[in-house]
Nanobody, 126 residues
Framework: EVQLVESGGGLVQAGGSLRLSCAAS????????IAWFRQAPGKEREGVSC????????KYADSVKGRFTISKVNTKNTVYLQMNSLKPEDIGVYYC???????????????????WGKGTLVTVSS
């Protein structure tokens, strides 16, 4: 059974940092991609970043480039999202979906991901 468990969310002041973790199990970790998406209240879920487990190539949304860094530790089946210089517009529930069977990060859209975790809430106070 594919499982993705997000953690590390919380409340932080604007300009602060958080590191999110995504623990994955139940599929071939090294043959797939894992992404981060977020959903703010009243808005659609949007792609934030993605990493290929096989070649470590990454992809970022323009809104987070230079502030967020995605990384992985294959031996722990874990992906991280380091978020720096947080802004109020970064508020939302953060999810780490995977696209099993895909080894390169696709266009970051919800239909391109086929398994999702339950998410972790990030709140940024201004």
């Amino acid at each position: 059974e594919v499982q993705l468990v997000e953690s590390g969310g919380g409340l932080v002041q604007a300009g602060g940092s958080l590191r999110l973790s995504c623990a994955a199990s139940g599929f071939g970790f090294e043959d797939n991609v894992i992404a981060w998406f977020r959903q703010a209240p009243g808005k659609e879920r949007e792609g934030v970043s993605c990493i290929s487990m096989s070649d470590s190539s990454t992809k970022y949304a323009d809104s987070v480039k230079g502030r967020f860094t995605i990384s992985k530790v294959n031996t722990k089946n874990t992906v991280y999202l380091q978020m720096n210089s947080l802004k109020p517009e970064d508020i939302g529930v953060y999810y780490c979906p995977t696209s099993v069977g895909i080894s390169k990060c696709p266009y970051l859209s919800v239909p391109n991901m086929n398994y999702w975790g339950k998410g972790t809430l990030v709140t940024v106070s201004s």
